[in-house]
C-alpha cells in the first residue's frame, strides 16, 4: 500500500481552509454587514423575501445614481406604514427583516413627477448591465391634444423593470393645467411581449388616473433610503378613486363641425362666468369635503362637446344624499352666492339653486334605490313633483375649463338616459317637466308643507 504523502494532503486542507474562510469573509462584508434583512434564511437558502429585498436595493442605488425621484406608490407596502399595522408587526416580529418592502406580492410600484427628471437612455442602459430586464411603455401626450389638435407626441407613461422574478413599476405622474396630476393607462403594442409581467396585479396602468400633489418626505424602510406620501391615507384613498376619463376631442371636432359654437361675445361672456362658477362651488365644496360631478348640461356639454352649452345659462352639478352638509347654504353665501331656491328635503327631492351674477348654479341630489339612482325636481307653482332615473353609476375623474371635476365613469348611459338616444342633436327649447327621457311624475307635496318645502328667494 502505497504511503499518504502528509505534506501535500496539508497543504490542501490549508488551501481548501483558506479559501472557505475568504468566501464567508466576502460574503459577510457584501450582505450581512448592511443594513436591511439578512440575505439567508434560518434555512440557508433565499427566500422570496431576501430576493425582494435585493433587487429593490439594487434597483434604488441605480435611481439614485442617475437623481431619478422615485417615490413609493406601491399600495401593499404603503397598507403595511399605517400606525396599527407598525404596531402590529412590532409586536409579531422581534429580529432584522424586511417589514414594509417586502409585501408578498411579485410587483413593486414607484411612481415619479415627470417634470422633475430628464429623460436619460443611459439609465435603461445601466438598468441593463446590472441584469434587470426593461419594457418601457409609452402613449400620446394628452397635453397636447385639442379641439385643433387631435394628438400629440408620444411620452413615456410606465416603466417595468425584472430581476429574478420581482417586478418593479414606474409610473410616471404629468402636471396637467387643472393642477392636478395625471398618469396613462398602460397599453402594450403588438409587438411587445405580453407574458413579460403579471400586469393584472399592477397597482397602476388598468386606466387612466388623475392624483392630488403630494408632499412627499424621505424615510429609511427595511435599511432603505425611500420617499413616501406625507398623508399615506390620503394618498391611498385617492389612488383607489383616481380612474380619469379624457375628453372626447375627436367626437367634439365631428360635433362642431356640425354645429359650430357660438362665437358671440355673450356666449363668450357666458362661457368665462361658468368658468369661474364652477371653480368657486368646486372650492367651496371641497371645504365641506362635499364630493360632486358634473350632472345634466354640463355633463352633456362635456361629453359632448368639451365644452359648455353656451344657450344653457346654468351650471348643473349632482351630489349624493349621503354627502349632504346643513352648513352647504352657509358655505355657499359665505362665498359670495345668494341662494335662489330651496326644494325638498334630505330624506326626499332635495334640491338647492344658487345666483352668482346672472349664472345659476342647481345641486341636484341623487338618492339610490336599488339598482337605480334618482334625483327629485318640484314644480314651485303647483307642488307636483318629478324624479328622474337614473342607472346606477360610479364617478371618474376628468377636466373641464381646467378645473379637475367628476364625471359618471358611465357617461354614455347616464347622458343617454337624461336625454335620450338623440343626445348628439342639439335642442334649444327644453321643458324640464317634459323634456328629459328619464322624468317620472313623483305626488304632489302636501300644501301644509309648502312653506318648508317649497322657498323661493
Known sequence: MPRVNRTAV??????????????????????????????LSQTGHLTA????????????????????????????????????????????????????????????????????????????????????QVLRVQGHDPRLASLDTLSGQDIPLHFLFRLHDHFIQVVFLYERSGNYLWFGALRLRADMDRSFAPFTQLDFGRDAGALDRQ???????DGLDVRIPRNISRFLYEQQHSRFLECR????????????????????????????????????????????????????????????????RDVDIGVFIVDFRPDIITAFRNAGLSLKHKFGKVEDSLELSFLSDDVKLDIFFFYK?????????????????????FPSFSLCWAE???????????????????????????????????SPSNVQENGVWPLSEWEELIQVY
Open 49 to 132: 423575501s431576501d430576493v425582494q429585498w435585493q433587487t429593490l436595493k439594487k434597483f434604488l442605488a441605480l435611481a439614485q445614481r442617475f437623481r431619478l425621484p422615485l417615490f413609493l406608490a406601491d399600495t401593499a407596502a404603503l397598507t403595511l406604514l399605517s400606525q396599527d399595522a407598525l404596531r402590529q408587526r412590532d409586536r409579531l416580529v422581534r429580529e432584522p427583516h424586511c417589514t414594509f418592502l417586502c409585501t408578498g406580492r411579485p410587483i413593486t410600484s414607484f411612481a415619479l413627477h415627470a417634470n422633475l427628471w430628464k429623460f436619460e437612455p443611459s439609465f435603461l442602459l445601466a438598468a441593463e448591465q446590472k441584469g434587470f
Open 249 to 312: 376631442y375627436h367626437e367634439a371636432r365631428n360635433f362642431l363641425q356640425l354645429y359650430p359654437e357660438d362665437s358671440s361675445p355673450e356666449a363668450v361672456d357666458f362661457r368665462r362666468k361658468v368658468k369661474s362658477l364652477l371653480h368657486l362651488a368646486a372650492r367651496t365644496l371641497a371645504q365641506l369635503d362635499i364630493p360632486f360631478w358634473l350632472s345634466s348640461g354640463t355633463c352633456l356639454g362635456w361629453f359632448r362637446q368639451c365644452s359648455v352649452i353656451s344657450y344653457s
Open 215 to 221: 408632499e412627499l418626505v424621505l424615510t429609511v424602510l
Open 400 to 434: 373641464l375649463l381646467e378645473l379637475k371635476v367628476r364625471v359618471p365613469c358611465e357617461t354614455l348611459d347616464y347622458v343617454t338616459a337624461n336625454y335620450g338616444p338623440t343626445w348628439s342633436v342639439p335642442v334649444r327649447s327644453w321643458d324640464w317637466k317634459s
Open 10 to 39: 496539508l497543504f490542501l486542507l490549508i488551501v481548501s481552509s483558506s479559501v472557505f474562510l475568504l468566501f464567508q469573509l466576502y460574503y459577510y462584508r457584501k450582505y450581512v454587514s448592511k443594513p436591511g434583512p439578512h440575505i
Open 369 to 389: 334605490d336599488g339598482d337605480i339612482m334618482w334625483n327629485g325636481g318640484t314644480q314651485a307653482k303647483s307642488g307636483r313633483k318629478f324624479k328622474y332615473i
